[in-house]
């Protein structure tokens, strides 16, 4: 009887450790690396060089400063 118990007990255990290993199972990642760099075209290039380039990138991210 008490090797009955034991043998249900470890099934028991079995099938809720598979059922938390499912539920927690890492879902692969999907890569955006493409569409990434198809909605990055138009972003606008600032030349650190060039003074004036870095003028209009300050006043146009002013707002996005912490």
Do not use: C
Not at 21 to 49: H, P, Y
């Amino acid at each position: 009887m008490k090797a009955l118990l034991i043998i249900t007990a470890v099934l028991v255990l079995a099938i809720i450790l598979r059922a938390v290993e499912l539920l927690s199972k890492r879902q692969t990642i999907k890569s955006v690396g493409g569409k990434a760099n198809k909605n990055s075209k138009e972003i606008a290039r600032i030349d650190l060089n060039n003074p004036e380039d870095v003028k209009a990138a300050v006043e146009a991210y002013k707002d996005l400063m912490d």
